[in-house]
T-cell receptor, first 113, second 115 residues
Framework: KNQVEQSPQSLIILEGKNCTLQCNYTVSPFSNLRWYKQDTGRGPVSLTIMTFSENTKSNGRYTATLDADTKQSSLHITASQLSDSASYICVVSPKTGANNLFFGTGTRLTVIP | KAGVTQTPRYLIKTRGQQVTLSCSPISGHRSVSWYQQTPGQGLQFLFEYFSETQRNKGNFPGRFSGRQFSNSRSEMNVSTLELGDSALYLC??????????????FGEGSRLTVL
């Protein structure tokens, strides 16, 4: 069964600290993995998209890594800011032939001053 | 360049009623997909339209339906509303179908409350 699991469910960190969010998936074969940031009451916004051949991609203070062998991805946030408070959603796309996307339930990050 | 526009942003309905939500994709985007988001379930795929054709459908009952017009605008309809249909309904557009590496652009969503 194709699944995407994220951990932790929620996380509270102090402003300026780093944190890492995890995503494990069983989708196979897989085409790409995406991380989205969703502010409360808003639509998700794309942070990174990685194909199976990429193992790291950065977007400012956000760095995503991918290990296609172990089917794990992580999102590392450096020097967190209050505006990083949001839900972070991992999304996995199967390889060609199916257009379903598989969504994780997200990690709720709260950055406190 | 205008983003994805969803209307209405908020609406309240009662059980048994029906609702129609609208989504205008980014200009030039031909794919529109719909998702239901609830606190416990996260984002769940409803269906995707590409060039007026439904390309894929999630595991939702037939009460949930959609369509896409020639200008790529899309609507989704939920009939015989149930309390459990209360959710944030998100629309996303992309140049190609969502399974490719093309980026998905989400709208702000339509928050439906069923009383």
């Amino acid at each position: 069964k194709n699944q995407v699991e994220q951990s932790p469910q929620s996380l509270i960190i102090l402003e300026g600290k780093n944190c890492t969010l995890q995503c494990n998936y069983t989708v196979s074969p897989f085409s790409n993995l995406r991380w989205y940031k969703q502010d409360t009451g808003r639509g998700p916004v794309s942070l990174t998209i990685m194909t199976f051949s990429e193992n790291t991609k950065s977007n400012g203070r956000y760095t995503a890594t991918l290990d296609a062998d172990t089917k794990q991805s992580s999102l590392h946030i450096t020097a967190s800011q209050l505006s990083d408070s949001a839900s972070y959603i991992c999304v996995v796309s199967p390889k060609t032939g199916a257009n379903n996307l598989f969504f994780g339930t997200g990690t709720r990050l709260t950055v406190i001053p | 360049k205008a983003g994805v526009t969803q209307t209405p942003r908020y609406l309240i309905k009662t059980r048994g009623q029906q609702v129609t939500l609208s989504c205008s994709p980014i200009s030039g985007h031909r794919s529109v997909s719909w998702y239901q988001q609830t606190p416990g379930q996260g984002l769940q795929f409803l269906f995707e339209y590409f060039s007026e054709t439904q390309r894929n459908k999630g595991n939702f009952p037939g009460r949930f339906s959609g369509r896409q017009f020639s200008n790529s605008r899309s609507e989704m309809n939920v009939s015989t509303l149930e309390l459990g249909d209360s959710a944030l309904y998100l629309c996303a557009s992309s140049l190609t179908t969502s399974g490719n590496t093309g980026e998905l652009f989400f709208g702000e969503g339509s928050r439906l409350t069923v009383l």
